[in-house]
T-cell receptor
Framework: DTGVSQDPRHKITKRGQNVTFRCDPI?????LYWYRQTLGQGPEFLTY????????KSRLLSDRFSAERPKGSFSTLEIQRTEQGDSAMYLC????????????FGDGTRLSIL | AQSVSQHNHHVILSEAASLELGCNYS??????LFWYVQYPGQHLQLLLK??????LVKGIKGFEAEFIKSKFSFNLRKPSVQWSDTAEYFC??????????FGTGTRLKVLA
């Protein structure tokens, strides 16, 4: 079990720049989730994929945010025209499709907007 | 809207003290309940889960949780904490609509 891998671990960028994060889930997991976590809060759901299909998006995911999972394996989360409020930890999690199995989380990507 | 409340944001205990962390959720249907732990510098890890059956579930490292349906609660307990239990603890609910809803977390510090 290689676990869920996220890249990069840290990203520092200037306001207005675009950023892209990558998540590699556990290989046999069909479900993939993106969350955002800010200080003092629990993870907040952003979006969910089952294989390559994006089945749900949170209202937190403004039109500056886009996520893809083109081949049903790795996923990317892109934020365009970053704002100060985008500073957070972005978490990826995956789980098997069978039943309501618990999620396995990656270490996250910490985004800091200057 | 579904929500999860964790009433204790910070807890400080001495080693060997007993622990109980509260978790209440708001959802009227069937739920699956989880506790996750995040040790300093590490990713979220599953501590225990409840799907159905015995409402008292046991997890790793001596933790247990009790599901009380009438109270919409899923409190986490440990009879005797250790310094290594210092971490942040998150309660989460899965209601079958793909989304997991997490509480705000409880930061536990155990004094050696």
């Amino acid at each position: 079990d290689t676990g869920v891998s996220q890249d990069p671990r840290h990203k520092i960028t200037k306001r207005g720049q675009n950023v892209t994060f990558r998540c590699d889930p556990i290989s046999e997991h069909n479900r993939l989730y993106w969350y955002r976590q800010t200080l003092g809060q629990g993870p907040e759901f952003l979006t969910y994929f089952q294989n390559e299909a994006q089945l749900e998006k949170s209202r937190l995911l403004s039109d500056r945010f886009s996520a893809e999972r083109p081949k049903g394996s790795f996923s990317t989360l892109e934020i365009q025209r970053t704002e100060q409020g985008d500073s957070a930890m972005y978490l990826c999690a995956s789980s098997p499709v069978e039943g309501n199995q618990p999620q396995h989380f990656g270490d996250g990507t910490r985004l800091s907007i200057l | 809207a579904q929500s999860v409340s964790q009433h204790n944001h910070h807890v400080i205990l001495s080693e060997a003290a007993s622990l109980e962390l509260g978790c209440n959720y708001s959802y009227g249907g069937t739920v699956n309940l989880f506790w996750y732990v995040q040790y300093p510098g590490q990713h979220l890890q599953l501590l225990l889960k409840y799907f159905s059956g015995d409402p008292l579930v046991k997890g790793i490292k001596g933790f247990e949780a009790e599901f009380i349906k009438s109270k919409f609660s899923f409190n986490l307990r440990k009879p005797s904490v250790q310094w290594s239990d210092t971490a942040e603890y998150f309660c989460a609910v899965f209601s079958g609509t793909y989304k997991y809803i997490f509480g705000t977390g409880t930061r536990l510090k155990v004094l050696a």
